[in-house]
């Protein structure tokens, strides 16, 4: 099957910065979008940032002009760089990618979570 692996969470204070990666690995055809999800405390899981294979991106109102989003299709991995950190940033974030995998069929995956927080 198909495994995502994240990495790059930590604490950092506002205003801040840290960087995101997430590397997909297994039966792996072709991968198509990739994103980054996050699930704060007592909140939903939402949409932060995600890109085709094709590089074109979207991002969450609450990040645009703080977070970007980039892939090396290369080495099938996705990264979120994080700047200007807000408290309300502070959250579980999840790698999602969608990805036609060997034995045929597309299925999304997600990865296991890393922690972000953001606080003095």
């Known amino acids: 099957q198909v495994q995502l692996v994240e990495s790059g969470g930590g604490l950092v204070q506002p205003g801040g910065s840290l960087r995101l990666s997430c590397a997909a690995s297994?039966?792996?055809?072709?991968?198509?979008?990739m994103g980054w999800y996050r699930q704060g405390p007592g909140k939903q899981r939402e949409l932060v940032a995600a890109i085709t294979s094709g590089v074109s991106t979207n991002y969450a109102d609450s990040v645009k002009g703080r977070f970007t989003i980039s892939r090396d299709n290369a080495k099938n991995t996705v990264f979120l760089q994080m700047n200007s950190l807000k408290p309300e940033d502070t959250a579980v974030y999840y790698c999602n990618a969608n990805v036609w995998i060997i034995s045929g069929g597309r299925h999304d995956y997600w990865g296991q979570g890393t922690q972000v927080t953001v606080s003095s």
């Open positions: 297994g039966s792996i055809f072709r991968v198509y979008a």
